[in-house]
């Protein structure tokens, strides 16, 4: 039985699932697809942004999230450029915080929110309401009055209760919002995977095939409170290449030729959504900002042409894409156990309340001792956490150096998406703080959570 890998098809059927890759050559290699643009070894020790790994668990303590901002501007800046003539948004979902929002802003990118929380962190630190779209298959009356309130630029339905909850408010406060429609078109992406059967069974959005989406396009364009102004469809996640969207723009232009010859309205714009992958391990290969939007164009504009529409505005949402390779997670070993004839565990300081992914679904990565180089000859590992859960694994299987010793510092890289965002305080254990580097200088943009933090929340022992 094949078993389904995160890097692909490729991979799925080399190796059994407790067999790992062979050792790399040189155990203190940093591949560069998978490791910071500015990361690299000084005298033996990782840098990234030109600060010292040892310095930052110096002056910041581990667990610690390490953010290059170079890295995440250099790749905000590649998508805009790539897709200058459409609409680049972030996907907040996969990281969020203050200092972030801006540096979006700043290069130019709208933002995607799915939860009241994101939007009111967006809007505290200054993003244009604008520029901000509403995501959810739930949101609550709350969070959308806040959406209409604030201006939003756009708001994606999900459900007929929707589509009336929405019109209410808008004409209750006054507004008409831009509402595109997420449409479930029966291809999901997974890698390099996608089967164009029995994926109308999830949560998420309108089936093209029951004609559901169709009822949501009559149901928003009778209500003139609503200006529809287009589909938003969304495949998967780590995606390598781009045949999953070329199955799915035929979907949606069949749709948006439907809905022209039903109500003589062409919709303007199409958002494709993102899930572009990136590189967690060195036999990854993602696929660059350009490459996506020159494919991607065609596609449209294929589908399109082909139908006899106008190639409508394109909007992606890459999240994991542009600050997934500029994070790297800290750690400092604390114990290490040898089961003789099997591995050796690496316990660290962390593990899945900082990083849920391993535990969650399998998720793959790369990790390297990082405060010194070692000559040793490789040990077959497993990084491992300190919480109350055999399944508390951080990287599965991994080669680290034979004289691995306690209070050395491991650094686990690609971990800028879905770690941070994920993490829980499980066995009450704080969350760690977020450090940007660059240029040679450290800041705190998301400070590490204390007991008393903890503590505040509960009723009985908390501040009163």
């Known amino acids: 039985m094949s078993r389904v890998h995160p890097a692909g098809d490729r991979h799925a059927d080399v190796l059994p699932e407790d067999h790992p890759m062979p050792p790399p050559a040189d155990l203190n290699d940093l591949v560069p697809l998978v490791w910071p643009r500015t990361a690299r070894r000084v005298e033996g020790a990782l840098q990234v942004g030109g600060v010292d790994v040892r310095d930052l668990a110096r002056d910041f303590g581990t667990p610690l999230y390490v953010l290059d901002e170079e890295d995440v501007r250099q790749r905000a800046r590649e998508y805009v450029g790539a897709f200058a003539d459409g609409s680049v948004h972030y996907a907040g979902k996969a990281f969020l915080c203050g200092a972030l929002v801006r540096w979006l802003a700043e290069e130019g990118l709208g933002l995607d929110v799915c939860s009241g929380g994101e939007l009111a962190l967006a809007l505290a630190a200054g993003f244009p309401a604008e520029k901000i779209t509403l995501h959810g298959n739930n949101k609550s009356e709350d969070e959308l009055v806040t959406a209409l309130e604030a201006g939003v630029g756009h708001i994606v339905v999900d459900s007929f209760e929707e589509i009336v909850r929405l019109a209410y408010h808008a004409e209750r406060l006054g507004v008409r919002p831009k509402v595109m429609i997420r449409v479930t078109t029966g291809v999901e992406a997974h890698t390099h995977e996608f089967i164009a059967t029995a994926h109308d069974d999830q949560k998420f959005g309108f089936s093209r095939n029951s004609g559901a989406a169709l009822e949501a396009a009559r ?35 069949e749709l948006l030729v439907a809905i022209r010859d039903e109500h003589g309205v062409v919709l303007p714009e199409l958002d494709l959504g ?15 900002a350009k490459l996506i939007a020159d494919n991607m164009r065609r596609i449209v504009a294929k589908e399109c042409g082909s139908y006899g529409l106008p190639v409508p505005k394109l909007t992606v949402e ?67 956490g300190k919480h109350c859960e055999s399944g508390d694994i951080v990287v599965r ?53 204390t007991v008393d933090d903890l503590l505040r929340l509960d009723a009985e022992v908390g501040e009163s």
């Not at 993102?274 to 660059?288: E, K, N, R, S, T």
């Not at 999240?319 to 400092?332: F, K, S």
């Not at 591995?343 to 990565?365: F, H, I, K």
């Open 274 to 288: 993102g899930g572009f992958g990136i590189a967690y391990l060195a036999g990854d290969d993602p696929i660059d």
């Open 318 to 384: 890459p999240g994991r894409a542009i600050i997934g390779p500029g994070g790297v997670t800290l750690y400092e070993v604390g114990t290490i156990k040898d089961v003789e004839g099997i591995r050796t565990y690496v316990s660290v300081d962390g593990g899945m309340s900082d990083n849920l992914r391993t535990a969650l679904y399998g998720a793959e990565y790369t990790a390297s001792l990082v405060s010194r180089e070692s000559e040793a000859g490789p040990m077959l590992s497993r990084l491992v």
């Open 397 to 449: 299987d991994l080669w680290l150096p034979e004289d691995i010793a306690p209070r050395d510092l491991v650094a686990v890289a690609a971990t800028g998406a879905y770690c941070r965002s994920m993490a829980s305080n499980y066995n009450y254990v704080t969350k760690p703080a977020v450090v940007a580097v660059r240029d040679g200088e450290a800041r705190v943009i998301v400070r590490r959570e």
């Open 219 to 253: 149901r928003v364009l009778a209500l003139p409170q609503l200006e529809l102004v287009g589909l938003h469809s969304h495949i998967g996640s780590q995606i390598f290449e781009t045949d999953g969207f070329e199955v799915a723009a035929h979907r949606v232009a």
